[in-house]
Antibody, heavy 122, light 106 residues
Framework: QITLKESGPTLVKPTQTLTLTCTFSGFSLSTSGVGVGWIRQPPGKALEWLALIYWNDDKRYSPSLKSRLTITKDTSKNQVVLTMTNMDPVDTATYYC??????????????WGQGTMVTVSS | SYELTQPPSVSVSPGQTARITCSGDALPKKYAYWYQQKSGQAPVLVIYEDSKRPSGIPERFSGSSSGTMATLTISGAQVEDEADYYCYSTDSTGGVFGGGTKLTVL
């Protein structure tokens, strides 16, 4: 059974750095064709793709947020970490991590975690 | 940056066919994926690679893609299909979601 769970602070102050951890089980991030991505959703709004790390440590970032995001993995711990710098109230959202499957042309989120709500406020 | 465009809302009566569209310039070359998100829940993949259905997804869900438009079709929509639906695709930098379509079945 594949599961993913997000963890991190529920409240951060403006200008702070957010660090979120995705802890997963049921698959290995060293398996070819596998990735873990992050997606967020502000309250009442649409999903927004943020970042993806591949099994081979290749990384992709949303162009609009690239300067603020860093994604890393610890294969031995079955964890993926997303950091987002210079947080702003508009970054208030539910943050999801998801197991992604990658073909030669695209990667897509398949199995999602439950999400974690992050509020940015002073 | 790459964009996918969906209608904000679609409404059908139970038993009718619901069609939700997603338009994007790269769709002739890239697959479309569809996610269902019910209130307060994480999204669930219902269609992948334009028209494939994951195991456990009812047969009434189908997908197609032609040119710059992908379509999610729910044949004989049920009350429990009421949800937000998002299309997803990729470009050279990563992934992108459409703005979402609220499906009302009543």
């Amino acid at each position: 059974q594949i599961t993913l769970k997000e963890s991190g602070p529920t409240l951060v102050k403006p200008t702070q750095t957010l660090t979120l951890t995705c802890t997963f089980s049921g698959f290995s991030l060293s398996t070819s064709g596998v990735g873990v991505g992050w997606i967020r959703q502000p309250p009442g709004k649409a999903l927004e793709w943020l970042a993806l790390i591949y099994w081979n440590d290749d990384k992709r970032y949303s162009p609009s947020l690239k300067s603020r995001l860093t994604i890393t993995k610890d294969t031995s711990k079955n964890q993926v970490v997303l950091t987002m710098t210079n947080m702003d109230p508009v970054d208030t959202a539910t943050y999801y991590c998801a197991l992604s499957y990658c073909s030669s042309t695209s990667c897509y989120p398949d199995i999602w975690g439950q999400g974690t709500m992050v509020t940015v406020s002073s | 940056s790459y964009e996918l465009t969906q209608p904000p809302s679609v409404s059908v009566s139970p038993g009718q066919t619901a069609r939700i569209t997603c338009s994007g310039d790269a769709l002739p070359k890239k697959y479309a994926y569809w996610y269902q998100q019910k209130s307060g829940q994480a999204p669930v993949l219902v269609i992948y690679e334009d028209s494939k259905r994951p195991s456990g997804i009812p047969e009434r869900f189908s997908g197609s893609s032609s040119g710059t438009m992908a379509t999610l079709t729910i044949s004989g929509a049920q009350v429990e299909d009421e949800a937000d639906y998002y299309c997803y695709s990729t470009d050279s930098t990563g992934g992108v979601f459409g703005g979402g379509t609220k499906l009302t079945v009543l």
